[in-house]
C-alpha cells in the first residue's frame, strides 16, 4: 500500500550496514596508530544489524558510537560522565568531524617520522 515506507527501510539498513562496516574500518586503522578502539558488531555480523564503536581521545575521555536499526547515537564522556550526546544525522557528522582528526594528525606523525628518518 505504501511502498515508500519499505524503500525507506531498506535505505536505512543499507546506511546501517555501511555504518557498521565504516566502524569496523576505523577501529582497525587506530589500533594501528596506537589509539585504544574497540568495535563490536551485533549478532553475527553477517548482516549489518548494528555495532558498538568506542575509542580513547586522550586519558580518561572517551567517544562510543552506537549504530542498529534502532538508531544511531554518539556520546562523549569524561572520567565516567556524559559530556555531550548526538542522535542521527548530527552523530554522523561528528564521527566524521574525529575521524578526520584522527586521520590529520596521523599524516602529521607519519610526516614528522620520515623527516627524522
Known sequence: MFPVFLRLSEQYRSV??????????????????????????????????????????????????????FGISWVESRNGRELVKFEGAEAIQELQRIAGNWQGSYRERSSSTLQQS
Do not use: P, W
Not at 33 to 50: F, L, P, R, W
Open 16 to 69: 546501517v550496514q555501511d555504518l557498521v562496516m565504516s566502524l569496523q574500518a576505523l577501529a582497525s586503522n587506530l589500533r594501528k596508530q596506537g589509539i585504544t578502539a574497540t568495535c563490536y558488531v551485533c549478532d553475527d555480523g553477517n548482516d549489518g544489524s548494528g555495532a558498538s564503536f568506542m575509542a580513547e581521545l586522550g586519558e580518561q575521555h572517551m567517544v562510543r558510537f552506537l549504530v542498529s536499526d
